[in-house]
């Protein structure tokens, strides 16, 4: 596919005239193909806290201060920085830099669990990470995606931080089940 050509959801998907109102931007797909436009097939809408756990590698930076966020604080000493959390190289999450650093260290013990598992398939996944998976599950559950906004209302609404332009706010609105 060439770069900077716009993507839509194929005319015969049943996602096809509603992806304006999902809560989410982000789709993974199972096929992309190229006719008269190209188009995905195939897709359902993914919201951030998935995209963080099972997407391509993270890293977490300080907006504002030039550099990563360290791995034991998160906040490098800004008071209240912005935080973003980049995938892949190109897609941009941002929330509070303590949050984004505990998901890259969660990411890490889940790579590290299943790394484990690979190499040894007779290990019971739950005894050695119960916790881990348990952690997962809870953050999957309770995530609430916040409305559509401007990433300064959202910002503001979480009462924390600048808003980075061009950086869709993650982390926005509590959950009501409990977890933050």
């Excluded at 990563?68 to 906040?75: Q, V």
Aim: glycine share 14%; proline share 7%.
């Amino acid at each position: 596919m060439r770069v900077g050509v716009g993507v839509g959801v194929h005319p015969c998907s049943v996602n096809h005239g509603v992806i304006s109102s999902l809560e989410s931007p982000w789709l993974v797909y199972g096929e992309m193909v190229e006719s008269s436009a190209v188009y995905l097939r195939d897709c359902s809408m993914v919201t951030p806290y998935p995209l963080l756990m099972f997407g391509g590698p993270i890293s977490v930076q300080l907006v504002g201060t030039g550099g990563a966020a360290p791995a034991g604080t998160g906040t490098g000493g800004a008071a209240n920085a912005a935080g973003v959390v980049t995938m892949d190289g190109w897609i941009r999450l941002g929330c509070a830099p303590k949050v984004a650093v505990l998901f890259k260290e969660l990411r890490g013990q889940l790579d590290a669990l299943l790394q484990d598992k690979i190499e040894r398939p007779e290990m019971d996944l739950w005894e050695r990470g119960g916790p881990v998976i348990n952690t997962i599950l809870q953050l999957l559950t309770t995530e609430t995606v916040a409305p559509a906004a401007p990433a300064a209302v959202a910002a503001a609404s979480a009462g924390g931080g600048e808003a980075v332009p061009g950086v869709q706010q993650l982390c926005t609105r509590p959950s009501s089940r409990g977890l933050f």
